[in-house]
């Protein structure tokens, strides 16, 4: 494992090369959600600790928009929805993504003429890795066939459905208390009368808040929880990540663990 290395070399590239004062910090990587989601979840843990301790504004990362293309695509390929399609947020609490604009290309030439060596992590060409095939393989295949062009039409679409998905998200959350009830459970009547779209965006957020693990709260799960609202008819509800159950209570949707299921 050279990760302690190339952390070191990074930190003195930064010092030498940019004059920026640069702490190395240690992490412990879980398993939760794959060693890519374990190592992404313990990076920003890292940082977001280290913000808060020293007061920093702001997180800057260095997505770009080869990884803005991605990740629509990998998004279309699971069949997920629009939250997941609009990509990666520029913006997203303290974390900001300057390069989100920039290709990738663009930002190695930009290393090149600044003087600036950066590390092409093994990790990057593996292809055990979905987004690795998708970078090496599907992305060329794309531009072969359709034109150069498919990456920056990639990332726009990624912008134009963030905006509608920051606006459902909105509705969506006021949708929610409106439903809520002071016991918790969530009128039927009141979710009935909303759209789908917003519908299944506050029974989602209902078993978020219940502890289900977004990780692990699928599509077809929430399905299943809508089918108590507009197909019930007696019976029981579909057991939830995290130990969970919801279950139809008269004109109640009421979620909780299973030793207290009702």
């Given at each position: 494992d050279t990760s302690a290395e190339v952390a070191a070399t990074a930190a003195d590239a930064v010092r030498d090369g940019l004059g920026v004062h640069a702490d190395v910090v240690r992490v412990a990587v879980g398993t939760a959600g794959g060693p890519e989601a374990a190592a992404r979840a313990a990076r920003h843990d890292a940082l977001a600790a280290y913000a808060e301790e020293h007061g920093c504004a702001a997180v800057l990362l260095g997505h770009t928009r080869d990884d803005q293309a991605e990740t629509v695509l990998l998004g279309l390929a699971r069949g997920s929805g629009a939250r997941s399609l609009s990509g990666i947020a520029p913006r997203d609490g303290r974390l900001r993504r300057p390069l989100l604009g920039l290709t990738r290309a663009e930002t190695e030439a930009v290393c090149r003429a600044s003087g600036l060596a950066w590390w092409e992590d093994p990790h990057n060409t593996d292809p055990r890795y979905a987004r690795v095939?998708?970078?090496r393989d599907l992305l060329p295949g794309l531009e072969d066939a359709l034109?150069?062009?498919?990456?920056?039409?990639?990332?726009?679409?990624a912008d134009l459905l963030r905006d509608d998905a920051?606006?459902?998200?909105?509705l969506a959350a006021t949708a929610y208390r409106e439903s809520t009830r002071a016991d918790g459970s969530l009128d039927v009547d009141h979710l009935l009368g909303l759209p789908r779209a917003l519908r299944t965006r506050v029974l989602r957020a209902a078993a978020l808040a219940a502890g289900s693990p977004a990780t692990d709260l699928s599509a077809a799960h929430v399905t299943?929880?809508?089918?108590?609202?507009?197909?019930?008819?007696?019976?029981?509800?579909?057991a939830l990540p995290g130990g969970l159950t919801v279950v139809r209570a008269g004109p109640s949707l009421v979620f909780?663990?299973?030793?207290?299921?009702r």
């Open positions: 095939r998708v970078r034109g150069p062009g498919v990456g920056a039409a990639l990332a726009r679409s920051d606006l459902l998200d909105e299943e929880i809508d089918r108590l609202v507009t197909r019930w008819r007696g019976q029981g509800g579909p909780g663990r299973a030793s207290t299921r």
